[in-house]
T-cell receptor
């Protein structure tokens, strides 16, 4: 399966600051996604990171708060801007599996555990 | 109605037991179905895809009923290492490359 390196693995940030999370895939992938998982909850899709165009955001998530870059087919970043304690969560990137999404679903990075104080 | 619904559990079972998890999905156009496993403080990992004819991988059997929009996972001869949260996952109502939609997960604890 595709291997995704995600960093940082965790961070503690002051409110009002921003944090950029990076994901590097070891092969070219068409689709990359960003998810959020709040404590005790399942994964919620934030946006689809599109290469060469603006990300596609889900309801409740906006570009000003969660700007995303996708400069090429192996890399994406998610920034959590102007953070508040409500942004404390685990953020995960994902990319299609090596046998295509309908067979092997998607692979995930190891996650970034963010705490905003 | 939530898009993917699961019984949250927890299911507490003894080693060697057989346990079954169920899941329903709301979008009849869904095309791909999966079970993921998530260990505490780890990312989700694919356990198995679910095919229309049903499929088995060792002690794990997955079934799909499209008419009822229902997916199941059966674990036989449970091991302590099976303790985790099992996520029912669906995608593909527009094309194969749509994002995954996750259920909230069913927590399993296998007890010695």
């Amino acid at each position: 399966s595709a291997v995704i390196s995600q960093k940082p693995s965790r961070d503690i940030c002051q409110r009002g600051t921003s944090l950029t999370i990076q994901c590097q895939v070891d092969s070219q992938v068409t689709m990359m996604f960003w998810y959020r998982q709040q404590p005790g909850q399942s994964l919620t899709l934030i946006a689809t990171a599109n290469q060469g165009s603006e990300a596609t955001y889900e309801s409740g998530f906006v570009i000003d708060k969660f700007p995303i870059s996708r400069p090429n087919l192996t890399f994406s970043t998610l920034t959590v801007s102007n953070m508040s304690p409500e942004d404390s969560s685990i953020y995960l990137c994902s990319a299609e599996g090596d046998r295509g999404p309908t067979v092997s679903g998607y692979t995930f990075g190891s996650g970034t555990r963010l705490t905003v104080v | 109605r939530k898009e993917v619904e699961q019984d949250p559990g927890p299911f507490n079972v003894p080693e060697g037991a057989t346990v079954a998890f169920n899941c329903t999905y709301s979008n009849s156009a869904s095309q791909s179905f999966f079970w993921y496993r998530q260990d505490c403080r780890k990312e989700p990992k694919l356990l198995m895809s679910v095919y229309s004819s049903g499929n088995e991988d060792g002690r794990f059997t997955a079934q799909l009923n499209r008419a009822s929009q229902y997916i199941s996972l059966l674990i036989r001869d449970s091991k302590l290492s099976d303790s985790a949260t099992y996520l029912c996952v669906v995608n593909g109502w527009n094309s194969g490359n749509t994002p995954l939609v996750f259920g909230k997960g069913t927590r399993l604890s296998v007890i010695a």
